[in-house]
């Protein structure tokens, strides 16, 4: 058969037989509301093949001559009453049949003008529906990270223990080891020496900072810093809020020594700051005054960091891996000692837009001043819910809460893969970056041009597209600057150097592009609890709930079956899911393990686990013990999620995890994010970064890799001790 009459065969919709061909394959269902309604109008699109169709007046689509394998799906909606949808799994289409019945929801939207409402009027309707959704944003010890980063107070500080006792002075210093000097609240001008103090009074504790006045002649030395309100021209400023910190312990605030047992693994610990309110601030209260910027604002606005912070995670103190002169963890540290309270400075302009919901700001320049211009000062600040809720995800609720229509709210389990990741990537997705308009200003996604829209300028999933509210999204840069792009890496511009950079990794990651998957964040989490896991993940007919993923159930509930675990069954998972104390339910009844059964199932986990191992890195010979976070040999997330990121500000060796390597020197073993590309990354790919001359480099230039945990020789010493 010659190729023009083949094609003309196809063309025209016949089925051509004979000579190895591939014979004509159709998919046919229906393009729903999330109501069950059909929608009219919707392009289904066959992805990287040029055949489409569009739903009839029930939703109904045919799609003819479709090229036979893993197909997948994309739906673009008719209207703006819609947001496009997609096939996360492939279809299975085999040479010369019919796939029917294939049914796909598109979700709803707000219109353009909906507002934003608050958790409150959200559990007004859903609150007794999913309890535990509610229960995780109640602020409460085990509610959701995202409901409970920003803390008006001080109730929530992490090692309070750190800090003076009344009387006492805690003296800050430079990474040189001299007193740290600071910006002048007083008048913005100069530096001056600052200590931490406390004081009890009726209201109990008050966390302090006490900035000397500036020194015309010789400088202070420690002997004259203390703790005393007779310093003459002294500026106290208490602490207002803190952000972060609260790590993986549930009670970590209130648990220092971490008695209570880690059941949040992947939450690391990694700093909390503190902030202090911008009327507290005598330069600033002054400033704001004189150019016409109300301090008091509808909400509280505050200074979004003092020159000093906690920091948690990375070398302990006393640990032998310590240079002379480094100090460990936990630890007081410094951030922007010389640049902390300017007027730009504040939670409005640099955090509220991931750590607020229902937002609304106004801004104006103040450039009269030429030694002193500020650009984009906020002189209205409202929202609606302090830290993340219900509407950063689901977008303005006022509609959906007047009508009850479920189709006036976003769904995201119905929106493609990449607005999906959007979603989360629009605070979880940029370390260096800031906003596209205007250019260089918010650190959060911002689109000037939407002010007065849906949002109020802010990023709404699926509606926008990340690109428009990111200068450079998603571009690399090694050098931490934003004009760049927002993906801070290391040499490579491959692997992420800095926290929340996790969008950007997956995006380079295999999951992200496979022939048979595409998958989303919530695939692995869940982000209306600290649980981890999906809430559930359903899998040849077996639903984990939280599945675990320390002992290879998250990752193996997947990869079961196919590659080097095709020897593993999903029955074989739902054992490790049970051995993790979680449920996993079959056709609605919870899975229970004979002992002996049991035995079998983790032995051909194991077998196999131990031959990739050996097949891919030669460490067969190495104890299988997943479930031991501290020898996590076998662990999927040891290898292909290696922590070779930073939680940091600044550069400082101790504030990554440092050991010793092959030759007794000093090295990082590993970071504190963990890679999200989920690749293997070789010592090799370490050994490139070090410098030929010692002398000139730092522990902390070497990026670890995913041997260098638990291995000395994998570990390599940037500098010369």
């Not at 013990?625 to 060796?653: Q, R, W, Y």
């Not at 504030?655 to 010592?683: C, F, T």
Request: proline share 6%; charged share 25%.
């Amino acid at each position: 058969m010659g190729k023009r009459m083949l094609c003309l065969l196809v063309a025209l919709g016949i089925g051509v037989v004979g000579g190895g061909e591939a014979l004509a394959s159709n998919i046919s269902g229906t393009v729903t509301d999330v109501n069950g309604e059909g929608i009219k109008g919707a392009i289904v699109l066959v992805e990287d093949q040029d055949v489409q169709g569009k739903t009839g007046s029930n939703g109904s689509f045919t799609l003819k001559n479709v090229e036979p394998g893993n197909v997948f799906l994309y739906i673009s909606a008719p209207s703006e009453k819609y947001l496009d949808n997609e096939t996360r799994k492939s279809l299975q289409l085999k040479a010369d049949s019919d796939l029917k019945n294939i049914q796909i929801t598109l979700s709803g939207r707000p219109g353009m003008k909906a507002e934003y409402v608050g958790i409150k009027v959200c559990a007004e309707c859903h609150a007794e529906d999913w309890p535990g959704i509610f229960k995780a944003f109640d602020g409460s010890p085990d509610a959701s990270v995202h409901s409970r980063f920003v803390n008006e107070g001080t109730d929530r500080m992490i090692y309070p223990e750190m800090w003076p006792r009344p009387g006492d002075v805690f003296i800050p210093r430079d990474p040189k080891g001299n007193l740290l000097m600071v910006q002048d609240p007083l008048d913005g001008e100069g530096l001056v020496n600052v200590v931490l103090c406390t004081e009890d009074g009726k209201n109990g504790r008050q966390y302090l900072f006490k900035f000397y006045p500036e020194q015309s002649g010789d400088p202070l030395q420690e002997k004259d810093l203390d703790s005393s309100r007779k310093t003459r021209g002294a500026v106290w400023i208490p602490v207002g809020a803190t952000i972060g910190g609260q790590g993986n312990w549930g009670e970590g605030y209130v648990d220092p020594a971490h008695e209570i047992a880690d059941k949040y693994h992947q939450f690391g610990e990694g700093k909390q700051r503190w902030l202090a309110r911008v009327q507290d601030v005598p330069y600033l209260k002054k400033w704001m005054e004189d150019n016409g910027v109300p301090v008091e604002k509808a909400k509280q606005d505050y200074v979004a960091y003092m020159p000093v912070y906690l920091m948690q995670d990375g070398t302990p103190v006393g640990s032998d891996a310590l240079a002379e002169g480094d100090v460990g963890t936990p630890k007081f540290w410094q951030k922007g000692p010389t640049h902390w309270c300017p007027p730009t400075n504040t939670l409005s302009r640099g955090c509220a837009g991931c750590h607020a919901t229902g937002v609304k700001i106004k801004k104006k320049d103040v450039l009269d001043d030429p030694k002193h211009p500020h650009k984009q000062v906020v002189t209205h600040f409202d929202y609606i819910d302090l830290n993340t809720t219900c509407e950063r995800c689901h977008g303005p609720g006022s509609e959906h809460a007047d009508s009850e229509d479920k189709a006036k709210i976003i769904m995201p389990q119905y929106l493609t893969v990449k607005a999906g990741n959007e979603l989360c990537g629009q605070c979880h997705g940029s370390h260096s970056g800031k906003s596209e308009r205007p250019m260089g200003v918010h650190k959060y996604p911002f689109d000037q041009a939407n002010v007065g829209s849906l949002g109020n300028g802010y990023f709404v999933p699926g509606v926008y597209d990340l690109d428009d509210f990111y200068f450079n999204n998603d571009k690399p840069s090694v050098n931490n600057k934003w004009k760049e792009g927002t993906y801070n890496t290391w040499p490579d511009q491959i692997h992420a150097r800095a926290h929340s950079m996790m969008l950007s990794e997956v995006r380079r990651s295999v999951h992200n592009h496979n022939s048979t998957e595409k998958l989303t964040c919530t695939a692995c989490h869940d982000a209306h609890t600290l649980d981890g896991g999906p809430a559930s993940l359903v899998v040849d007919g077996y639903d984990f709930k939280n599945a675990a993923y320390w002992n290879n159930t998250l990752c193996l509930a997947c990869h079961a079956g196919s590659g080097p675990f095709a020897e593993v069954g999903t029955a074989d998972v739902a054992v490790l899911q049970v051995d993790a104390d979680r449920v996993v339910t079959r056709d609605g009844k919870a899975v229970s393990v004979d002992p002996d059964e049991g035995i079998m199932a983790k032995s051909r986990v194991a077998k196999a686990v131990a031959k990739h191992m050996q097949v891919g890195a030669g460490m067969g010979g190495a104890l299988y013990t997943p479930e031991d976070m501290e020898m996590p040999v076998g662990s999927c997330v040891s290898c292909h999620m290696a922590k070779i990121g930073k939680l940091f500000d600044l550069n400082d060796d101790a504030q990554y995890h440092l050991a010793r390597d092959s030759k007794g020197m000093i090295a990082v073993a590993e970071g504190n994010v963990g890679n999200h590309i989920m690749d293997i990354v070789w010592p090799g790919q370490s050994s490139v970064l070090k410098k030929s001359d010692p002398a000139q480099g730092n522990d902390y230039d070497i990026m670890p890799n995913s041997c260098s945990r638990c291995h000395a020789f994998a570990r390599m010493s940037g500098d010369l001790d």
